[in-house]
């Protein structure tokens, strides 16, 4: 299984950002895809998910209004667009796939891509 998310870079503030996660090697259509944040120093903090499986959509708190998460369970590939960016939404993006429960933690999930990292420069 592979998760290859692509789409990060630098953006200046109130700017935007849609990286993408594509996964491959298995069909993920009775689980969730979610996307995950590092910053440096900093726990991992989720920011969202998607559960294929009736197409619930979750995002964490910070992220709600901002950040939109969509996708297409047929590619396996979920997207997160993120506006409005601030100096505190840098960090490492992670996207993950095959997730059960609540979708909200890292530990339920069981598959995991490179991340991808977002600059927001003030």
């Known amino acids: 299984v592979q998760l290859q998310a692509s789409g990060g870079g630098l953006v200046p503030v109130g700017g935007s950002l849609k990286p993408s996660c594509a996964a491959s090697?298995?069909?993920?259509?009775?689980?969730?895809m979610g996307w995950f944040r590092q910053a440096p120093g900093k726990e991992r903090e989720f920011v969202g998910a998607?559960?294929?499986?009736?197409?619930?959509?979750y995002y964490g708190n910070s992220m709600r209004g901002r950040f939109t998460i969509s996708g297409d369970n047929v590619l396996d590939t979920v997207y997160l667009q993120m506006n409005s960016l601030k100096p505190e939404d840098t960090a490492v993006y992670y996207c993950?796939?095959?997730?059960?429960?609540?979708?909200?933690?890292?530990?339920?999930?069981?598959?995991w891509g490179q991340g991808t990292l977002v600059t927001v420069s003030s």
């Open positions: 993950a796939a095959g997730g059960t429960g609540s979708f909200r933690f890292a530990s339920e999930y069981k598959y």
């Open positions: 090697g298995h069909t993920f259509s009775s689980y969730g």
């Open positions: 998607i559960n294929w499986r009736g197409g619930s959509i």
